[in-house]
């Protein structure tokens, strides 16, 4: 596989080529969809990238419209920064790679916030070392949304020289870098929702579009056989508009025979390993996971409270009686995921597993989601902000894969025992994101797939992952076991 050749504007300018549009003053002419006559006017692929970019900055304002102004610098997760970095680290993300990276503007009008919202986003959770994340002289609100505004502006005024840049950069090409600024987007929104959830409820403001939670019953758990097969994980790079680095390339793997859960471990079943004693007795944690389980004094599952004799479930705008929602799935991390199926003697599956579970079927054939090869839509399953919370185990029949397995997209993401590793043939393509992809693969995160109720639909294609300390607990992340094919049925 080749790679298209990486080559900086400014070397594509060198040649003689400039790609802004612009008047004898050197203002910019072309700066939305639309140019002058005879100057050329962005493709529709580059147009619908940016519609959805302003889909997702709207997304964006509405949480952060969820908190109170004074809840900017509030940290309810402490190994996480304050609010008021997320909304300074968007438009920082977007300059950095539209403006700086590809078009070689050098920094933004606010060198200092540049480098202030570049900061290690992710501390290790492991460690608890928060001071990695403190600052203490954060700049005004007002500020950063001006600059905001302004960082946006620049981005929409730089679509024309996306456009125009064409195949001559690999990140201009097919308008990857439109794409990866919507995902990066899409993927801080979970970040936010999950600070949003732990705020006090002081702090929070209600969320006009967000549809009650359905507490309906979940289905009868039960174990699905499913046969050898192949899997291919991951994609070619030609064969997709946009993927991140360790999406690619293909790899065929031949997967043995195995048995999986039809559905992810609910609320109430994982609620039975916690009244079994199953955080005080360590035979059921790996040496390292019982001692971070010590060291955070964790009892629980961080999304539950207990009040003298009542559990109660911390949802994103209110509390719940925690017996109320024992259908939805259990989100949990993956250290603890691993220590409840060590009590029942299963185990999680593989990344190659998951794949021939999802997406897999008994003739060999591979699909573009687990139920065929139709576009997403909600009746499929729990993704794309239809709920705004986990529904009940079983909700979308209409999701099943071919083997009858319920909801391995959406509703939840799913652990998988799998550390994140490069496919064969791996070639970063994103030299400016060695943190995402080589540098990634050094600290050895583990893989999730499928999605959450927030995920967006873009992010349903197969070859995405998604990886996480495995003692991160703040993901909407939801598990099932699988056990040798030749044990009988549970
Ligand atoms: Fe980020």
Redesign the pocket.
């Known amino acids: 596989m080749t790679y298209p050749r990486r080559r900086s504007a400014r070397a594509w300018r060198a040649g003689g080529h400039d790609p802004a549009v612009r008047a004898d003053d050197g203002r910019r002419l072309s700066t939305g969809p639309h140019g002058p006559e005879g100057i050329p006017t962005m493709s529709d692929e580059v147009q619908a990238l940016a519609d959805e970019l302003e889909a997702v900055w709207r997304r964006s304002d509405a949480l952060f419209e969820g908190i109170q102004p004074e809840a900017f610098l509030a940290r309810p997760i402490p190994q996480r920064h304050p609010f008021l970095y997320?909304l300074g680290?968007?438009p920082a993300?977007a300059w950095d790679q539209v403006c700086r990276g590809l078009l070689a503007r050098g920094a933004s009008s606010r060198p200092e916030f540049d480098d202030l919202f570049a900061r290690r986003?992710?501390p290790d959770l492991a460690g608890l070392d928060t001071d990695r994340v403190a600052c203490h002289d954060w700049p005004r609100v007002e500020e950063v949304l001006a600059w905001r505004d302004e960082v946006r502006d620049a981005v929409r005024g730089a679509l024309d020289e996306v456009r125009a840049l064409g195949d001559a950069h690999v990140m201009s090409s097919r308008g990857r870098v439109l794409h990866l600024v919507i995902e990066?987007e899409s993927?801080?929104h979970e970040?936010l929702l999950h600070l949003a959830a732990r705020l006090d409820g002081a702090l929070k403001r209600p969320q006009a579009t967000r549809p009650a939670p359905s507490f309906a019953q979940g289905v009868e758990p039960r174990q699905i056989l499913v046969p050898a097969g192949r899997a291919t994980l991951g994609a070619a790079f030609e064969e997709q508009a946009f993927g991140w680095d360790h999406e690619f390339p293909a790899e065929v793997v031949d997967v043995p025979a195995f048995r999986m859960d039809r559905t992810p471990v609910m609320t109430g079943e994982f609620f039975e390993f916690v009244d079994a004693g199953g955080y005080t007795d360590r035979s059921f944690w790996t040496a390292g996971d019982w001692r971070w389980r010590e060291a955070v004094g964790l009892e629980h599952p961080v999304a539950w409270r207990r009040d003298g004799g009542e559990w109660w479930y911390r949802g994103l705008l209110e509390d719940l009686p925690l017996t109320r929602v024992f259908d939805w799935p259990a989100y949990v991390s993956q250290a603890e995921a691993q220590a409840y199926l060590a009590w029942r003697g299963r185990r999680l599956p593989t990344e190659a597993e998951f794949h021939r579970a999802a997406y897999g079927t008994p003739d060999g054939a591979e699909r573009r989601h687990p139920w065929g090869d139709a576009p997403a839509e909600s009746r499929h399953g729990n993704f794309d902000w239809a709920h705004w919370s986990p529904v009940p185990v079983g909700s979308h029949p209409d999701g099943a894969s071919a083997f009858g397995l319920l909801e391995l997209v959406g509703n939840g993401w799913e652990w998988t025992r799998s550390t994140l590793a490069p496919r064969k043939g791996f070639r970063p393509y994103m030299p400016d994101l060695r943190h995402v992809s080589t540098e990634a693969f050094e600290a050895e995160p583990v893989v999730r797939l499928g999605a959450s109720w927030a995920t967006p639909r873009r992010l349903l294609r197969r070859s995405y992952r998604r990886w996480s300390a495995r003692r991160d607990p703040y993901v909407f992340a939801k598990f099932r076991g699988v056990v040798p094919a030749e044990e009988p049925t549970a």
């Open positions: 997320y680290h968007l993300f986003e992710n990066h993927l801080h970040t």
